[in-house]
């Protein structure tokens, strides 16, 4: 890898118009709607008072597959996506106009045969500049270690708790879960194509990471806020494990401080944690108003 040509590097600035269909496209890709009388699902699948899943933050204004430039010389088949974490700045809204600024904020060399760490940072703003979130992903260089290294990594996930977990949640994923996902901006074949997967040493296409993130957050959504999914303000966790469309994914959600849990998901079928150090923080819950409570039944 080239990693003076990758420091120079400036992104265009990104912008994205996106509807009402595109999040239920989005929600419908992380299997949402499986439960047709849920009244919890329908409130993202269902234009009538429609609400953005808040992971949709992952997805919007994707810069394309950057990695590929020929002037960074990247081993990009060998990338892997280790770690993402989002925040909320504020509810992002089912339909609009976003931008996104996107850099590179840190290579970390682990060695010639280690690989290297990269550090990707987006923020996102509406149509009027207003911040919505920012957004941090960490990729594995597998193939790029001793390329040398510049700026700052990110801070450490850390560990969950040695006990059961408080709450735990099943969602069963589609055979053409990724096909679907995929649908909502990444086009990586590697989710698609059973040839490129091979290349990069699965048996067959895998889910998209953000894909099973975006599961968990439905999960932690149903369990802690499903009446105000933007209380969700912060999500962040480790990628240990790849899914296969079609497993069960089981997210386990642990008690922590006031208005944060730690969760981790597992892969039923292969008893294999998927998704690991996970930690999501809240907003408190916003107090009914006056005349809701005056008009509640007694």
């Known amino acids: 890898m080239d990693i003076d040509a990758l420091r120079r590097f400036r992104f265009d600035r990104t912008r994205q118009s996106y509807s009402q269909k595109d999040s239920i496209l989005y929600a ?46 990247m ?74 290294m510049f700026g700052t990594p990110e801070p450490a996930l850390s560990s969950l708790p040695q006990r059961p977990a408080d709450r735990v949640l099943r969602h069963t994923t589609l055979p053409q879960q990724a096909l679907l996902y995929r649908l909502s901006g990444d086009l990586n074949p590697l989710h698609a194509s059973p040839e490129v997967a091979r290349q990069a040493g699965f048996d067959r296409p895998i889910l998209h990471g953000l894909c099973t993130m975006g599961i968990a957050c439905r999960a932690l959504i149903s369990a802690l806020c499903p009446n105000e999914p933007g209380r969700l303000r912060h999500l962040s966790l480790r990628f240990s494990q790849p899914v296969y469309p079609g497993e069960t994914i089981e997210t386990e959600i642990f008690d922590a401080d006031p208005g944060e849990v730690r969760f981790r998901a597992r892969v039923v079928e292969r008893d294999v944690i998927v998704l690991d150090r996970g930690r999501a923080a809240l907003a408190p819950a916003v107090a009914p108003a006056l005349d809701e409570m005056e008009s509640a039944p007694t």
Request: net charge negative.
């Open 75 to 148: 081993n990009w088949r060998q990338l892997l996506h280790a770690e993402q974490r989002f925040d909320i700045l504020r509810p992002l809204p089912p339909e609009g106009e976003i931008s996104a600024d996107y850099r590179v904020t840190g290579v970390v060399d682990r060695g010639a045969d280690k690989g290297a760490w990269l550090y990707l940072r987006k923020d996102l703003a509406d149509a009027t500049g207003q911040p919505i979130a920012r957004v941090s992903s960490t990729y594995l260089l597998r193939g790029d270690g001793g390329c040398g």
């Open 28 to 73: 419908l890709g992380l299997g949402y709607g499986s439960d047709p009388v849920s009244a919890d699902e329908l409130r993202f699948t269902y234009e009538q008072d429609l609400r953005a899943v808040p992971s949709m933050v992952n997805i919007l204004a994707h810069p394309g597959l950057w990695v590929q430039r020929p002037e960074f010389q």
